[in-house]
């Protein structure tokens, strides 16, 4: 999360990994973050709506869960 918030603050390009229905990649300027609704999601300034559970990676940062998944699955 620190990392989408610093991009939308520093108005900075999101490179996203994200695992719906197979692990597709999204890109782009964050306009808003909703984290007050029931499935919190972000917006990009193309328009294209993100739920923030469904993104394992950011700019090449991978979140820690999904890291461990692979990790301990691959053993």
Do not use: W
């Not at 695992?19 to 964050?30: T, W, Y």
């Not at 972000?42 to 999904?66: C, D, H, M, Q, W």
Request: with cysteine.
């Amino acid at each position: 999360m620190e990392i989408l918030i610093n991009c939308k603050e520093r108005k900075r390009n999101a490179a996203m990994l994200l695992d719906a229905k197979g692990m597709i990649r999204a890109e782009g300027l964050i306009r808003a973050i909703y984290l007050d609704v029931p499935k919190p999601y972000l917006e990009l300034e193309s328009g294209i709506k993100v739920i923030i559970k469904t993104i394992r990676a950011v700019n090449g940062y991978f979140s820690p869960s999904f890291s461990e998944y692979h990790v301990s699955r691959n053993r």
